[in-house]
């Protein structure tokens, strides 16, 4: 149990195209999911944290019209990367909660995607 | 400033040996805590959470976690080479909150 699937595993796109990339809670429903950044050797950087049904909410230093994300069902969540640049060039991995899960709510990770825009 | 802190390591340890991960948190009203485990170009996975003083056991892995201490350790017996990779220590406030996270701590077992 506790899945959670991302799409597409790697990317590359040219500087000035959008990007989406999908996040899916396979075997549970997720109200609220989290996208993160990571560059190499680098810590997790969490960029905004999606509601379902509700605006997300963005990180201090997070460009909210770059980064664009949607979570319109209980189980997927879209990061769309517009305009994108060599430095958006990074490690994009998803998180979610379970509802259903221990009393602390684990936050489980997706498989993440790789975007490197040329 | 809600901080999580890790010694960045790397802790190398020899193949059958325990390996022990500290973290300290400075947020008093924490109350849920995780460890992730990070092998190089993969995402976290989930390893273990605690959520009162003591010790919780699962396998290899035991969490330890002193809320008057503000520390959360995590203790691995039996080390093998397939545990090398980054522990991740976290924390949050709210059950269903952000995660925050410690920078990570590589932990290398060598045979």
């Known amino acids: 149990g506790a899945v959670v699937s991302q799409h597409p595993s790697r990317v590359i796109c040219k500087s000035g195209t959008s990007v989406k990339i999908e996040c899916r809670s396979l075997d549970f429903q997720a109200t609220t999911m989290f996208w993160y950044r990571q560059f190499p050797k680098q810590s997790l950087m969490l960029m905004a944290t999606?509601?379902?049904?509700?605006?997300?909410?963005?990180e201090q230093g997070v460009e909210k019209d770059k980064f664009l994300i949607n979570h319109a069902s209980l189980t997927l969540s879209t990061l769309t990367v517009t305009s994108a640049h060599p430095e958006d060039s990074s490690f994009y991995i998803c998180?979610?909660?379970?509802?259903?899960?221990?009393?602390?709510?684990?936050?489980?990770f997706g498989p993440g995607t790789r975007l490197t825009v040329t | 400033q809600k901080e999580v802190e890790q010694n960045s390591g790397p802790l190398s340890v020899p193949e059958g040996a325990i390996a022990s991960l500290n973290c300290t948190y400075s947020?008093?009203?924490?109350?849920?805590f995780f460890w992730y485990r990070q092998y190089s170009g993969k995402s976290p996975e989930l390893i273990m959470s605690i959520y009162s003083n003591g010790d919780k056991e699962d396998g290899r892995f035991t969490a330890q976690l002193n809320k008057a201490s503000q520390y959360v350790s995590l203790l691995i017996r039996d080390s093998q080479p397939s545990d090398s990779a980054t522990y991740l220590c976290?924390?949050?406030?709210?059950?269903?909150?952000?995660?925050?996270f410690g920078t990570g701590t590589r932990l290398q077992v060598f045979p």
């Open positions: 947020d008093r009203g924490s109350q849920s």
């Open positions: 976290a924390v949050n406030m709210l059950t269903g909150d952000k995660l925050i």
């Open positions: 999606s509601n379902e049904g509700s605006k997300a909410t963005y």
């Open positions: 998180s979610a909660i379970n509802l259903a899960g221990g009393p602390g709510y684990e936050q489980y």
